[in-house]
């Protein structure tokens, strides 16, 4: 829900914008809603397909890191598969696909921004959550790493970092009052993300706006971590 709404508002910012996904559904129906918009259906995990087909749709000047997923197992039951997946996804991907991006953006000679979209499950531990809540702080670390190694070549790098967020997916989660009442209690605000706080917070960051922030981890959260 987050990666195509970025994708549209980023098209009727009026940017030329390529959207990636493993799902030929939901790029199909996201070119029928943005016809300008270039797709790549490709899993992120296969880095040969993905070095060879980023790097002949690029190059790029913008690049949000959106892909995730989230394998949720008590600590004690996590499997070897569901770590893998989670690292190569989470972590991985974002590291290969900035490595692409970056190099075009450096060969070029233009600034860029990158924003990787993480979790406040990076900042705080959450039950079932070892390995999702250890591959959003280690993609923390990494963008800060990123951040100081190519802001010499005038490319930003931050991220997001949301609570939970009401797509179609995320109400299908949260829907039960017991479930959410126990994660909203937590925020001072009294609600979660909506899909627009966290694609407002994506622009702000792509944006000249935002030219002197990088390293830097936006909350999403609705003071969350505060309390």
């Given at each position: 829900?987050?990666?195509?709404?970025?994708?549209?508002?980023?098209?009727?910012?009026g940017?030329?914008v390529?959207a990636?996904?493993r799902t030929?559904?939901?790029?199909?129906?996201l070119?029928?809603?943005?016809?300008?918009?270039?797709?790549?259906?490709?899993?992120?995990a296969?880095w040969?397909?993905?070095?060879?087909a980023?790097?002949?749709?690029?190059?790029?000047?913008?690049?949000?890191?959106?892909?995730a997923v989230?394998?949720?197992?008590?600590?004690?039951?996590?499997?070897?598969?569901?770590?893998?997946?989670?690292?190569?996804?989470?972590?991985?991907?974002?590291?290969?696909?900035?490595?692409?991006?970056?190099?075009?953006?450096?060969?070029?000679?233009?600034?860029?921004?990158?924003?990787?979209?993480?979790?406040?499950?990076?900042?705080?531990a959450?039950r079932d959550?070892?390995?999702?809540?250890?591959?959003?702080?280690a993609?923390?670390?990494?963008?800060?790493?990123?951040?100081?190694?190519?802001?010499?070549?005038?490319?930003?790098v931050?991220?997001v970092?949301?609570?939970v967020?009401?797509?179609?997916?995320g109400?299908?989660?949260?829907?039960?009052?017991?479930?959410?009442?126990?994660?909203?209690n937590?925020i001072?605000?009294?609600?979660f993300?909506?899909?627009d706080?966290?694609v407002?917070?994506?622009l702000?960051?792509l944006s000249d706006?935002?030219?002197?922030?990088?390293?830097s981890?936006l909350?999403?959260?609705?003071?969350f971590?505060v309390s």
């Open positions: 829900g987050i990666g195509r709404a970025v994708a549209v508002a980023l098209s009727r910012a940017a030329g390529t990636l996904s030929a559904a939901d790029l199909e129906s070119k029928r809603e943005c016809p300008g918009i270039e797709t790549l259906c490709l899993d992120l296969d040969e397909a993905v070095e060879a980023v790097g002949a749709a690029g190059p790029f000047e913008l690049l949000v890191n959106n892909a989230a394998e949720l197992q008590p600590f004690l039951e996590v499997t070897r598969s569901a770590l893998q997946r989670s690292l190569d996804v989470n972590f991985g991907a974002v590291l290969h696909i900035s490595q692409i991006v970056a190099r075009q953006m450096i060969a070029q000679g233009v600034p860029g921004a990158i924003v990787n979209v993480s979790s406040q499950a990076s900042k705080r959450l959550h070892a390995v999702y809540c250890s591959t959003k702080s993609l923390d670390m990494l963008s800060k790493v990123m951040a100081m190694e190519l802001g010499p070549h005038k490319i930003r931050n991220t970092n949301p609570t967020v009401m797509t179609d997916m109400r299908i989660n949260w829907s039960d009052p017991q479930k959410s009442a126990a994660m909203i937590r001072p605000l009294g609600k993300a909506e899909v706080d966290v407002n917070s994506i702000f960051l706006k935002s030219a002197m922030t990088t390293g981890s909350m999403i959260d609705g003071g971590l």
